[in-house]
């Protein structure tokens, strides 16, 4: 008899990446296809990109009747899941509950000590996981035999063995027939349908405050050139999406793959456009391939900088210096891309002058897209015993990069918090004088639409009410025609 499960993205709003566009959830699409290959009715409900109420959420388990509710989170939003998670047990309390995603991965005998409502925690990849417990669930098998879960017995938390890594990527099934596409939107792009795809999973490097490669155990693998391509062929053909975000941590690792996917898109006219984020080191490797990087469709790319001052990059463990991060923006810009980047502010040691040096620095390195984010201290990163004492907030959902949760020496909460908005309101007031004399139609007009959508979007609405006036010229030029790739 198979089972009924509902994979429920949580409803958690910070006005930070969504502001660009809303996108599927990836690791429940991949999740869905496995549990129906093994023969179970799944459903997915987006309630953050649907921005429904916990009684919404509540009306629409009862209506399904599942067996099986899951969730999935990061810090900020683990709150948010365990709340979807409570919802379904108050519409039936037989409903087996489940959560995975990175701070579950972690944080998991927190979770089941403080949630009555959570029942099992998934670790690691959930694709072999979640079909495996369904089954021990159903024919009363011995959960301790299932890798890669975590769950309460009697007083204790019992952790089975992790899973070893899905070797072949190629060989997922992901549900693309399940995703209510006519949620998914970049917003840059009036009209256009935004997927999320994958290429490769894993990250080898070191970063103190990131939690990719500690979830991925610094492992990497990666799917065939060729079988990328024809993803994106079979969701513009079948769905029609046009522009795909890759959720990979570090898709460009292997040059001669990258350039072979590079080479497949020109070759086959895919006409996707691409946003991606990789590292500083690759942008210089490939100087010698950007045209190519923008004629496959490639049109906007996320460095890892971080930082203005060699100090904090030594100290992020990033091993890159700071000339090498202006110079591989420097040559995405040349090639026509959209170039956009973080600055990490709200370290123990921040003042008002080192944020000011920073601004004017980042001012310097010139990308089209600045961000200044505070220090989120997961408690599952390298570096959260250097920043654990400066901790002044302990809301999880406050740990989005947006709300100060460090509390630097000499800076109080409010004061860091108006000090980075500031940055935001110097950076793009300098900005927007400079779009219109841009040459390239495409650049110009894309991140003129950028600025609109961040001004009506982003968090910076709450507390600015946008960027300021804009000047008479921009504002002519945000009623251009739609972009195209």
């Given amino acids: 008899m198979s089972k009924k499960i509902l994979l429920i993205t949580p409803p958690y709003h910070a006005g930070v990446v969504e502001a660009a566009g809303r996108w599927p959830h990836l690791g429940f699409i991949y999740v869905a296809g496995h549990v129906r290959a093994a023969g179970h009715q799944v459903e997915l ?164 405050f990131c939690s990719q490669q500690k979830f991925w155990f610094k492992t990497y693998r990666e799917r065939s050139a060729e079988k990328f391509v024809e993803e994106l062929e079979h969701l513009r053909d079948t769905y029609g999406v046009n522009v795909v975000m890759l959720s990979d941590e570090y898709p460009t690792r292997n040059r001669r793959r990258w350039e072979r996917i590079l080479d497949l898109l020109i070759e086959r006219k895919t006409n996707v456009g691409l946003l991606l984020e990789t590292c500083v080191g690759d942008i210089l490797r490939d100087a010698d391939i950007m045209a190519k990087y923008r004629q496959a469709g490639v049109l906007h790319i996320y460095v890892g900088v971080e930082a203005t001052d060699q100090e904090k990059l030594d100290q992020f463990k990033k091993n890159i210096s700071c000339e090498q991060s202006r110079q591989a923006l420097r040559i995405i810009n040349e090639a026509g891309i959209i170039t956009e980047c973080s600055f990490v502010l709200g370290m123990p040691e921040e003042t008002p002058e080192s944020i000011e040096e920073t601004l004017q620095l980042a001012k310097h390195y010139d990308p089209d ?90 968090f910076l609405k709450k507390y600015i009410g946008g960027l300021g006036e804009i000047p008479e010229e921009v504002k002519k030029l945000m009623e251009v025609a739609p972009l195209g790739v």
């Avoid at 908005?421 to 003129?448: E, G, H, Q």
């Fill in 45 to 208: 409900y987006d309630a953050m990109t649907k921005d429904h109420t916990l009684n919404q959420i509540k009306e629409h388990i009862a209506q399904v009747r599942p067996d099986v509710v899951a969730s999935t989170a990061y810090t900020s939003s683990i709150n948010a899941a365990l709340d979807v998670l409570r919802a379904a047990k108050e519409v039936d309390p037989a409903i087996v509950t489940m959560v995975g995603g990175i701070h579950a991965n972690f944080c998991y005998e927190e979770l089941l000590r403080q949630s009555a409502h959570l029942d099992f925690v998934v670790r690691g990849e959930g694709e072999l996981t979640v079909p495996e417990l369904l089954e021990a669930l159903e024919a009363g098998g011995d959960l301790h035999k299932v890798r890669g879960i975590a769950f309460r017995e009697e007083d204790a938390v019992v952790v089975t063995p992790g899973r070893p890594f899905i070797q072949d990527l190629d060989s997922l099934i992901p549900a693309w027939d399940l995703v209510d596409w006519e949620d998914y939107s970049f917003f840059v792009m009036p009209g256009s349908r935004l997927g999320l795809v994958n290429s490769s999973r894993g990250c080898p490097h070191d970063c103190c």
């Fill in 369 to 458: 897209f600045a961000h200044f984010l505070m220090i989120a201290p997961w408690p599952y990163a390298d570096i959260y015993p250097e920043l654990k004492e400066y901790i002044a907030e302990w809301d999880y959902a406050k740990y989005n990069f947006v709300e100060p949760v460090v509390e630097p020496k000499k800076m109080s909460k409010e004061e860091i918090a108006r000090a980075v908005v500031d940055c935001y309101r110097k950076y793009y007031m300098d900005k927007l004088k400079t779009y219109t004399s841009i040459p390239d139609a495409f650049k110009r007009d894309y991140l003129i639409r950028s600025l609109k959508v961040m001004m009506e979007n982003s």
